[in-house]
C-alpha cells in the first residue's frame, strides 16, 4: 500500500527567508501525481502545488516550489520569501496516475509557524 | 461559483445520536469524496463515489454511510454516533476519469463534536 510521510510536525522561518518542508512516499507506481495542500487555521485545503510523475521539471508556483526526485521518493516544497500569510499547516498527498478513484493519501501534515 | 458546499459547518452530538452531512458540487463533478481530519493528523478517507449510484468504503468506514442519487450530492450518515467519530469532516470533489493531474477540490468542512 501506498504511504505518505511528513517527518516535520512542526517548523518555523522568519519572515523573508526561505523553508523547506519534506514529504517521502512509498509506491510501486510509476505513473502517479503529488500534491502540496495548505490548511490555514480558517481550515480551508487550498492547493499549492503539483508535480506530475512523469515530469523530470520540478513545479513551481510563484513563490513554492519542490525538489522532486522520483528516485529516493521525496517531494520537498520549497517556500520563499516567506510572508505571514503563509502560517499553516501544509499536507503532501499522493494518488495512483493509472487510478480510476482519484483518492488521495495524505501525510501527516507540517505546522509551519512564520516569525515577523 | 460555490465549488463544494457542507452543511452543518459546526455540530455537537450526543452519544448515539445520529445525524446527516450534507454535501453538495455544482461542478458536475463525477468524483467525490469524504475524509475526515483528526487534531493534528493528515485526512483519512471515509468513502467515495465515482458517479451517481456507485460508492465504495475508503480507509475508515466503519460506523458511517453514504449514498449517492444524483452528480450533485453526496451526503454522510453517521447512525450512531460515537466520541471516536469527533472530528473534522471534509467533503472533496475531482472530475472522472482521466483527471487524475486534476486536485481535488474541498468544503470547508464541518466540525463534529461527540459528548
Known amino acids: 500500500a501506498q504511504t505518505v510521510t511528513q517527518s516535520q510536525p512542526e517548523m518555523s522561518v522568519q519572515e523573508a527567508e526561505t523553508v523547506t518542508l519534506s514529504c517521502t512516499y512509498d509506491?510501486?507506481?510509476?505513473?502517479?501525481?503529488l500534491f502540496w495542500y495548505k490548511q490555514p487555521p480558517s481550515r480551508q485545503m487550498i492547493l499549492v502545488i503539483r508535480?506530475?510523475?512523469?515530469?523530470?521539471q520540478n513545479a513551481t508556483e510563484n513563490r513554492f516550489s519542490v525538489n522532486f526526485q522520483k528516485a529516493a521518493k521525496s517531494f520537498s516544497l520549497k517556500i520563499s520569501d516567506s510572508q505571514l500569510g503563509d502560517a499553516a499547516m501544509y499536507f503532501c498527498?499522493?494518488?495512483?496516475?493509472?487510478?480510476?478513484?482519484?483518492?488521495?493519501?495524505f501525510g501527516q501534515g507540517t505546522t509551519l509557524q512564520v516569525k515577523p | 461559483n460555490a465549488g463544494v458546499t457542507q452543511t452543518p459547518k459546526f455540530r455537537i452530538l450526543k452519544i448515539g445520536q445520529s445525524m446527516t452531512l450534507q454535501c453538495t458540487q455544482d461542478?458536475?463533478?463525477?468524483?467525490m469524496y469524504w475524509y475526515r481530519q483528526d487534531p493534528g493528523m493528515g485526512l483519512k478517507l471515509i468513502y467515495y463515489?465515482?458517479?451517481?449510484?456507485?460508492?465504495d468504503k475508503g480507509e475508515v468506514p466503519n460506523g458511517y454511510n453514504v449514498s449517492r442519487s444524483t452528480t450533485e450530492d453526496f451526503p454522510l450518515r453517521l447512525e450512531l454516533a460515537a466520541p471516536s467519530q469527533t472530528s473534522v469532516y471534509f467533503c472533496?470533489?475531482?472530475?472522472?476519469?482521466?483527471?487524475?493531474?486534476?486536485?481535488?477540490?474541498f468544503g470547508d468542512g464541518t466540525r463534529l463534536s461527540i459528548l
Open positions: 461542478m458536475n463533478h463525477n468524483y
Open positions: 463515489s465515482v458517479g451517481a449510484g456507485i460508492t
Open positions: 498527498a499522493y494518488t495512483r496516475g493509472s487510478s480510476n478513484t482519484g483518492k488521495l493519501i
Open positions: 508535480q506530475e510523475a512523469y515530469k523530470q
Open positions: 509506491t510501486s507506481e510509476s505513473d502517479y501525481y
Open positions: 472533496a470533489s475531482r472530475p472522472g476519469l482521466g483527471n487524475s493531474n486534476q486536485p481535488q477540490h
